[in-house]
């Protein structure tokens, strides 16, 4: 059932997606393709924030704070996993890879390789930063609208 909780810890894990998506391609070559990244992590963000953080809002703020954080590590589990994969077959449709089991392994590097572009102060710290405001706001709205 949608609630405004839900709504609006959506709202600010999508933002919170595209705003790390655009820090992380200021620190990526001039060179890069990214296609719809930023898009794609918002939309990440956006369901992050519906299904982890909104549905568990109204236990307390630390308990929201606590959530707010489980839903940025949802948030960059299920980004990281989604771009490895969006890779990967783009590899394999250039027949980079000899089989199966070898592409699935490369989900694997490539999330690991990609997640090194995260390991900065600056998306670190918006992370983090993004974690605490969504959380609380979060528990605002489970208090205020009902």
């Known amino acids: 059932m949608p609630t405004a909780a839900k709504l609006i810890a959506a709202l600010f894990l999508a933002a919170l997606g595209f705003a790390v998506s655009e820090l992380i391609k200021t620190q990526m070559p001039a060179s890069t393709g990214f296609g719809r990244f930023s898009l794609v992590n918002a939309g990440i963000g956006f369901a992050c924030g519906w299904v982890v953080v909104g549905t568990r809002a109204g236990r307390g703020f630390a308990a929201g704070i606590s959530n707010g954080f489980t839903g940025v590590a949802a948030l960059v589990f299920w980004g990281l996993f989604v771009q490895s994969a969006n890779e990967m077959v783009i590899r394999s449709m250039k027949n980079r890879y000899d089989g199966a089991v070898e592409a699935f392994a490369a989900v694997f ?29 979060s528990e605002f709205a489970a208090r205020h609208w009902r």
């Open 109 to 137: 590097e490539l999330f690991v390789r990609l997640g090194e572009n995260l390991v900065n102060v600056p998306v670190i710290s918006s992370l983090i930063l993004g974690a605490v405001v969504t959380g609380l706001v």
